[in-house]
């Protein structure tokens, strides 16, 4: 179920970050359909609620809530000391960005944005290794980003963010195959979701056919990590352009960076 191998006739169990919107909501309505026992992690206990009951009611598997603020060291630690279980799957779906340029945003919300989109991502994924390797089974899916792949958002920390976990989770995953554990970095690009508009970031003029369905990028990530990828790229037009990423010049990429926060440029004249 879901490219996870599970013990015979035992309900697989996974935990999902993120797990009220978005594509950590994806991922909790797949792997519910998939017959999974949830743990489902949010900051909004009240919705996080609602969300647990929808899914059991739906596909008839538990599905139990776990409210914890993932940019703490508390809400981590709460997560953490449930990954002491043993689950076949954690989806690291929780991450933010922000509206506004490095020089122009306050260093608190900078320091929110790397504990939740980075430290959150490797405390969670360090608690969920030792049991699975343990077992010599179970996977890691780290939600990471296209825009990792290069500085394509003047003054955005976004992708600085999103490069650390592609890199990190490629890096984790080569020391824990042989023991029969995947970790797997997902880089979708433009997806439907809550996302953008609870950052504020006007996404109005990005052309329709960029967009992806979460529900879809879900579907993809679950055959990559059966396949056994390291990286999952979302869609043919994604590939081309990690492939560009990869391969184009620095000064071409430079040139053709934009994003709707703005260039630098503008905040330090």
Known sequence: MGGVPESAGARPRALVTGA?????AAFARRLAADGYALVLVARDGE??????????????????????????????AVVSERLRE?????????????????????????????????HAVMRLTRAALP?????GRG????????AGFGALMPGSTYSASKAWVTNFSESVALSVRSQGVRVMALCPGYVRTEFHDRAGIDMSKTPP???????????????DLQKGKLISVPDW????????????????????????????????A
């Open 20 to 24: 009220t919107a978005g594509i950590g």
């Open 47 to 76: 919705r996080l609620a609602g969300s647990a009951a929808e899914l059991t009611g739906r596909y008839g598997v538990p599905a139990d809530p776990l409210p914890a603020d993932l940019s703490t060291d508390d809400g981590c």
């Open 86 to 118: 043993p689950f076949d799957l954690l989806v690291n779906s929780a991450g933010i960005s922000l509206n506004r340029s490095f020089v122009r945003s306050d260093p608190e919300d900078e320091a929110r944005l790397l504990r939740l989109n980075v």
């Open 131 to 135: 049991s699975m390797t343990a077992r």
């Open 139 to 146: 996977a890691v899916i780290n939600v990471s980003s296209v």
């Open 209 to 223: 056919w960029l967009w992806l369905q979460a529900d879809d990028v879900v579907r993809d990530a679950l055959r």
């Open 237 to 268: 037009k994604y590939k081309l352009a990690v492939f560009g990423l990869r391969h184009s010049p620095a000064g071409l990429l430079r040139r053709v960076a934009g994003d709707t926060r703005g260039r630098i440029g503008r905040d330090v």
